[in-house]
Every structure is written in structure tokens, then in C-alpha cells.
């Protein structure tokens, strides 16, 4: 799965998109997700999917079916720097360890000091209401991904 992730990267290279994930599916479906930070357009999706299948045939990685798609609404925290793109955004955190009896907390994310080395903590509500801070550390992570409030509702006429 390295491989591909890093086959994927190099064909992306002259593309504006990042490579968020690439995942092997049954039935021999491979999925790629791609973000931008405008968004992801219907015409980013066919120029990758058209770009990764000259890539994957030269490079013989076997797949049936291609499917290239945005990351979504509740799109996954990966790598270092998208807790950094994403500070001042509500997330949802598991972490690897407890702490106070959880490992799941939802507020959100803070991030201090430089990119380089960011300190980075969420910001949540405990189960009395009461606001509270968590420092955690990259290493302290199992998963995380957005966790946007939506409102489907719209204006009232």
C-alpha cells in the first residue's frame, strides 16, 4: 500500500491537489482522495483519474475500477499539517490512550507556536458542561477527522 500511496504522489505532483488517502476496496476498487483548499471541483477528480490511470498502468499496479473523490465534510486528520490547516475547527478526536475515562472528545482544535513544532490542544465541553482544554500531542492520536455542525434547515420564510 506504500507503494501506491507513493506512486500516487509522484504522478500528482503537477497537480493543485493533496493526496489525503488511497485505499484498496474489494472487488478490486482502489479509491483515491484528493482535497485542494478551495475545494475539489468534478474536473480535479477527471483530470487525476486521468493522470493516475496512465501512472498505474506504467507502473503495473493492478486495479479494476479507479474512483477519485473528495475527502467530504468530516474530512480525516492524517498528518501534522492538517491539524495545522484546520486549527479554530471542530474535530473529533480519538485518542490512543484514556484520559479522564475517554477517549473520544469532540471541540475545537487549538494550535500554538510555529508549524514546525505546533502545540496543539482541543477545546470541548465535559459532560457537566463546563468548558475545558486538552493538550495532546500527534503521537497521542489514533484518529481524527472534521466534525462541521451542519444546518440543513436554511432560512425561514
Given amino acids: 500500500m506504500a507503494d501506491i500511496f507513493a506512486v500516487t504522489q509522484q504522478a500528482l505532483l503537477g497537480f493543485d491537489v493533496e493526496l489525503v488517502d488511497v485505499e484498496r476496496a474489494p472487488l478490486g476498487l482502489l479509491r483515491v482522495v484528493i482535497d485542494r483548499p478551495e475545494g475539489v471541483r468534478i474536473e480535479d477528480c477527471e483530470?487525476?483519474?486521468?493522470?493516475?490511470?496512465?501512472?498505474?498502468?506504467?507502473?503495473?499496479?493492478?486495479?479494476?475500477?479507479?474512483?477519485?473523490?473528495?475527502?467530504?465534510?468530516?474530512?480525516?486528520?492524517?498528518?501534522?499539517?492538517?491539524?495545522v490547516r484546520f486549527a479554530d475547527q471542530r474535530i473529533e478526536l480519538r485518542l490512543r490512550e484514556a484520559v479522564e475515562s475517554r477517549k473520544v472528545f469532540t471541540g475545537v482544535l487549538r494550535v500554538a507556536g510555529d508549524a514546525s513544532s505546533p502545540v496543539l490542544s482541543l477545546d470541548y465541553e465535559d459532560q457537566a458542561g463546563k468548558p475545558q482544554t486538552l493538550p495532546f500531542s500527534f503521537d497521542d492520536v489514533d484518529r481524527a477527522h472534521l466534525d462541521p455542525v451542519l444546518d440543513f434547515k436554511g432560512k425561514k420564510r
Avoid at 501512472?55 to 499496479?61: K, P, S
Avoid at 475500477?65 to 492524517?78: A, F, H, K, T, Y
Fill in 47 to 83: 483530470q487525476v483519474s486521468r493522470q493516475l490511470s496512465h501512472a498505474f498502468e506504467v507502473d503495473n499496479i493492478d486495479y479494476k475500477r479507479l474512483e477519485v473523490s473528495s475527502p467530504g465534510v468530516d474530512r480525516p486528520l492524517r498528518r501534522l499539517a492538517d491539524y
